[in-house]
Every structure is written in structure tokens, then in C-alpha cells.
């Protein structure tokens, strides 16, 4: 049976993170997608866990959503044949409707959508010797609900890696492990309303499900302005309200470009002379593929600055490991927002990535994956400057995604122009805040994205839609 619950992003067009919150989102998103056909009855949909990896929510916002949509009568959901859609009388039509003469895929033969790896480059051998070794390992402590912070043979690894690889002051008490970035910031959002802060600036592109945690925190979200050189750090004295600024410093997204070095320290005068906080998103810092990657913007000030990473591109979301190193008078605050145990990554999972960074696997992985999507990345600007020389690629050499500027009136011609091709791409009005001024028109492309395999073929695609 085809399971097209594997492009939901693409097809169905869920978004969970609107107005009505999480769960009711993802609620009304799967009655509209069952009532109108797109969901056939009979389909099978993901798992909990696959779906909440896929869109960044918590695995029970799923659960809770399926379960209460099965009492509704919408899904059935059986032991050993897991979630489908119910079997529903068809309604009776007025007219048959006349066929399209070229109906459009109902699932993209390619993607280049952003924020994921080649999943298919996870190195399941030597992560699974490095369970094992782990596992060996394991005190019968390790098997318990678990210090909140995390286990302490992962902090202690995370704080030699991080120092040497990311110039990020890290000391494994000042570590908290997390569920990923998204995790992290829903974190970060409770503690900063316990301290009364009202508003957290944004960068003028970014995406919509970190900017939702933050208002669904009831914080309020002013976007700074983004140019060449970055986000206009300057203008966040004049923004009178912001007690905290989420910034992408090392590569902005998803437009591509570094901060400044003057904006870096604009940044951190702002935080130091107001008793601000800087977020700082290392996503994929890593990943620099013209020169060395630039350090983490905590360096300059491990005190005013909270450093969120995660393991989601550098070895694949589904793992649901992250990290966030907090000023030393922060650590009790973020752990109290966690919890008392440590509910939201397994034990095992965080001692195999101990194990895994301490053997020296990680850097090994990283410097492989790190070829690969350089390679990606010159084989796409090759191709384009061969084959469509009007498209301009901008931001560094550097991440798992490029943009590709496109003429005013470009965007959603290719975006359409694409699906017909039956190529999923995003273009760069879907990340701009609602404040921000629509200055430009472009693709965010993700060669990260597709498998080795499918690369060739995904790009022969982009080509043909953009010459």
C-alpha cells in the first residue's frame, strides 16, 4: 500500500502551529485532509514518534491528537495495524467534476525542501558498536528517571567537543540535554516568562514553529532587520520591550550570510549593558565549507549568552538529541523548567552519543558528511551556472541548504512550476516574519535533503524548472 503520509509537508499542507495551538492544529489539519480525500480512507498514517520528528512537536501532542480523533470516529487505530484513516460513507455529489488535463503528482518524485540531512548518511554501524559499548558500560543508575540536566558522561564529552569544535565555553554543569532545538526554546520561553520578560526579538527571517513557541509562551516576537551583513543588531537598544534576541549567528536562516563581527559585538553590549539574553541558534554551524567555521557567538560572553545545538543535521533529527549551555546563574531555572527526572531523551540514546563523540565516530561522521554536502553544493552552483546563468546563489558556502534569488514575480511561478515537475522546493516568503518588509524573492534550496541516489535526478529537475 502507498503511504503518502510520508510527504504530509508537501501534500497535505498540515500545519499544527497555528493560532489554535499544537494539538488542535494538527486536529483540524487531519479531519480537512480526511473529509476532503486527500487522506483516502484506509491510509495508514505515521507513527506518533515519526510524525512529532517530522513537524518538531512533542511525540504526545501527536498521540493525544490521534487518540481523541479516533474516539471522534475519524481514525481507527488497531494492534499490529496501526493508525489509518476510518472508512467513511462517500457524500453524495451533485456533478462529477470535469478531470484536470494534467493533474499534478500527488507526491513529489523529488524534494528539496530545507532543515533535514541525508537521513540515509546515518552511520547506523558504528552508532550501533557504540551502543553496545554503551550499554556495556552502563551503570545500573543510568536506567533510572535521571538527573534533569542529562547524564553527566554526555555533558562531560558535549563541554570537551564543543570548546574545541564550536570555541563555545562549556563546563558539564552548565549543560542541560534537551530534545532538540525546539525543545530547548520551549525551555527557554518558560524561564523567560518566570523573569518577567515580555518580548524576544526575532530575526526577520526565520521559522514559523520557533516564532510560535515564543508567542505561544505569551511572549511578543518584533523582528530586527536583515541586510548583506546579517541582523541589525544595532537597532535593538531602540527596542525598548526585548529582554532577549534570537539570533542564527554563524549562518542566518535560511538566507544564508554570518553576523558581522561589529554586529557580534553589538549583540553582546546590547545583552551586557541591558541584562538581556542572546539565544544563540548553532544549527549547523559545522558545516563551513570555504574556510574554517567561525566560533560560536557564546565565546564573547558566556554569561549573557544561552547556546542551543542539536545533533538533527549533523546525524538526523529522529534522534531527538539537543544541548543548551546556560549562564552559570541560569542552570537552576532551566532545570527547574525541565523537571525533576529527565523525561525527554533516553538514557541509552545520550550515553551511545557520549560513547559515540568520545571514540572519535562523531568527528570522523562529520568530516564525511561535511565532503559530501560540499560536493552537493559546488555540483548545484555547476549546474546553474551552466544551465540557468540568470539564477544567482547567495549567502556563504556553508550548511545543508543555499538560496537562489529569483526575479520579483519569480517565486511562486517556480514554486508552481516545480510541483508540476513533481519537485517539492520552499521558497523564501515562507520563513519571512509578518513584519518584515518583502524585499526579496528567492528558493531555499536542501540539498541536504535528498539520498545520494535520488541527488542526481533531483537536481537534473531543479534545472529543468529554472531554465
Not at 492544529?25 to 480525500?37: C, K
Not at 534576541?245 to 561589529?262: I, S
Amino acid at each position: 500500500m502507498t503511504e503518502p503520509w510520508a510527504t504530509f509537508g508537501a501534500d497535505l499542507h498540515i500545519d499544527p502551529t497555528g493560532g489554535t495551538g499544537l494539538r488542535a492544529g494538527l486536529m483540524d489539519a487531519l479531519r480537512e485532509a480526511a473529509r476532503t480525500g486527500r487522506l483516502a480512507p484506509g491510509t495508514r498514517l505515521p507513527s506518533s514518534r515519526t510524525l512529532a520528528a517530522d513537524l518538531g512537536i512533542a511525540r504526545n501532542t501527536v498521540a493525544d491528537a490521534y487518540a481523541e480523533l479516533v474516539a471522534e470516529g475519524w481514525l481507527t487505530a488497531r494492534q499490529g495495524s496501526g493508525t489509518r484513516v476510518a472508512q467513511r460513507a462517500e457524500p453524495r455529489r451533485e456533478a462529477a467534476r470535469a478531470p484536470r488535463s494534467r493533474p499534478p503528482r500527488s507526491r513529489p518524485a523529488y524534494s528539496l525542501m530545507p532543515g533535514s540531512p541525508d537521513l540515509a548518511t546515518f552511520p547506523r554501524a558504528e552508532w550501533l558498536k557504540a551502543a553496545r559499548r554503551a550499554l556495556a558500560k552502563a551503570p545500573n543508575e543510568a536506567l533510572g528517571y535521571g538527573d534533569p540536566r542529562g547524564r553527566i558522561e554526555l555533558r562531560t564529552v558535549l563541554a570537551g567537543y564543543l570548546s574545541r569544535a564550536r570555541g563555545v565555553y562549556a563546563d558539564p554543569e552548565r549543560i542541560v540535554l534537551c530534545a532538540g532545538f525546539v525543545h530547548g526554546l520551549m525551555l527557554m520561553g518558560k524561564v523567560l516568562r518566570e523573569r518577567r520578560v515580555r518580548e524576544v526579538a526575532v530575526e526577520s527571517y526565520g521559522l514559523d514553529v520557533h516564532t510560535s513557541l515564543l508567542t505561544e509562551a505569551g511572549l511578543r516576537i518584533p523582528c530586527l532587520p536583515l541586510d548583506a551583513l546579517g541582523s541589525r543588531t544595532g537597532a535593538l537598544p531602540g527596542m525598548r520591550g526585548a529582554g532577549a534576541v534570537l539570533l542564527t549567528p554563524a549562518h542566518q536562516f535560511p538566507t544564508g550570510v554570518p553576523l558581522h563581527p561589529d554586529r557580534r559585538a553589538a549583540a553582546v553590549d546590547w545583552a551586557r549593558s541591558t541584562g538581556g539574553l542572546i539565544l544563540e541558534d548553532d544549527y549547523d554551524g559545522e558545516f563551513r565549507y570555504d574556510r574554517q567555521p567561525v566560533g560560536a557567538l557564546q565565546g564573547l560572553d558566556p554569561e549573557r549568552v544561552v547556546y542551543l545545538g542539536t545533533a538533527s543535521k549533523s546525524l538526523a533529527p529522529g534522534l531527538r538529541l539537543g544541548w543548551m549551555v546556560v549562564p552559570e546563574s541560569m542552570v537552576g531555572e532551566v532545570t527547574a523548567a525541565k523537571g525533576a527526572s529527565d523525561w525527554a531523551s533516553s538514557a541509552l540514546d545520550q550515553l551511545t552519543l557520549a560513547e559515540f563523540i568520545g571514540s572519535g565516530a562523531y568527528d570522523r561522521h562529520v568530516r564525511s558528511v561535511r565532503l559530501r554536502y560540499r560536493n552537493r553544493r559546488d555540483q548545484l552552483v555547476a549546474a546553474l551556472a551552466e544551465r540557468a546563468p540568470s539564477i544567482r546563489v547567495s549567502g556563504i558556502a556553508a550548511g545543508l541548504h543555499a538560496v537562489l534569488e529569483l526575479p520579483e514575480g519569480g517565486e511562486a511561478a517556480v514554486i508552481r512550476a516545480a510541483a508540476w515537475q513533481g519537485l517539492a522546493v520552499q521558497g523564501l516568503s515562507f520563513f519571512r516574519h509578518p513584519d518584515a518588509e518583502a524585499s526579496r524573492e528567492a528558493l531555499v534550496i536542501g540539498y541536504g535533503t535528498p539520498t545520494d541516489s535520488a541527488w542526481a535526478g533531483t537536481l537534473d529537475a531543479l534545472v529543468r524548472v529554472l531554465s
